[in-house]
């Protein structure tokens, strides 16, 4: 199976920065798609960004200007690169990944998530 990997969590401070990093193992054919999901205590999960396999990314609306989305193929590794953070962005952030593990076998998995918390 495939499994994500997920580092870089902590706590900074106001304004500061922190770029979060998620490894993807197993048998991967095909990765169609990387990204980040976050979910804060009495909020509904949400995209946070995410890129397809040609290079498209999506951001959310709250994120975008701040937060850089990027992968390097060769690992089978997303990384999200996070500035300017404010105390809303804390949050357990989640590395999803989705592509197929054959020609016709698909997979999605998601991490284990980790805590980002911004003081301020």
């Known amino acids: 199976q495939v499994q994500l990997v997920e580092s870089g969590g902590g706590l900074v401070q106001f304004g500061g920065s922190l770029r979060l990093s998620c490894a993807a193992s197993g048998s991967i054919f095909r990765m169609n798609t990387m990204g980040w999901y976050r979910q804060a205590p009495g909020k509904e999960r949400e995209l946070v960004a995410a890129m397809s396999r040609g290079g498209v990314t999506n951001y959310a609306d709250s994120v975008k200007g701040r937060f850089t989305i990027s992968t390097d193929n060769a690992k089978n590794t997303v990384y999200l690169q996070m500035n300017s953070l404010k105390p809303e962005d804390t949050a357990v952030y989640c590395c999803?990944?989705?592509?197929?593990?054959?020609?016709?076998?698909?997979?999605?998995?998601w991490g284990q998530g980790t805590q980002v918390t911004v003081s301020s």
């Open positions: 999803n990944a989705a592509g197929l593990t054959g020609a016709y076998r698909s997979f999605e998995s």
